[in-house]
């Protein structure tokens, strides 16, 4: 069964929703990642029913790398099908750094992403936006992110009535601060 982690909250971008619609067409069982509890009420409106909360000293503020060491380390733990995040500055920036912690494949500024890894169907932006490039990624766990305005449009999921929140501690060195913004 496809199983997805959706990185959330990495810049509270507000175009998170067109991630989850793509993630939610690809599947049901979609999993949030989040560095702050806060967020995990809203969830439930989307109807992504676990939060993983990511809890670390390092990650009290944004530090690209520890991010992407954190999230390598849940990923592992996990072991989804796929990771997705917004297309932002700061999405692309921890999806790059999770890509190679993972050695993995990483698309960026997705558009449409189908299939179950083996191999994954995409349609990205490229060429500044010019042209849409389809592609095919071979990968057990897809590294991605979702370009900001790709929503499908489709209805709002099925809301659930709580999330189910996991808290989750990285062992992360302190040297992974050294690019704390």
């Not at 676990?50 to 990650?59: G, M, N, S, Y």
Request: hydrophobic letters at 45%; proline letters at 4%; glycine letters at 10%.
């Amino acid at each position: 069964m496809l199983m997805l982690l959706l990185v959330v909250q990495v810049d509270d971008h507000p175009a998170w929703l067109d991630a989850v619609q793509l993630a939610r067409g690809l599947t049901d069982d979609v999993h949030a990642v989040l560095f702050d509890a806060s967020r995990a009420d809203e969830l439930a409106k989307q109807g992504i029913k676990a939060a993983h909360v990511v809890e670390h000293d390092v990650l009290s503020d944004y530090a690209p790398e520890a991010y992407g060491e954190a999230l390598a380390q849940l990923v592992g733990e996990l072991q989804p099908s796929g990771v997705l995040a917004v297309g932002s500055e700061k999405g692309n920036e921890v999806m790059a750094h999770l890509a190679a912690r993972m050695r993995a494949p990483f698309a960026a500024n997705c558009t449409q992403i189908s299939g179950t890894g083996r191999p994954w169907l995409i349609t990205r932006i490229r060429g500044g936006g010019m042209l849409l490039e389809d592609a095919e990624m071979d990968a057990g766990c897809g590294v991605f992110t979702v370009q900001p305005g790709a929503g499908t449009g489709a209805e709002t999921p099925s809301t659930v009535d709580q999330v189910d929140v996991r808290r989750f501690t990285p062992d992360l060195r302190d040297e992974l601060a050294r690019t704390r913004v």
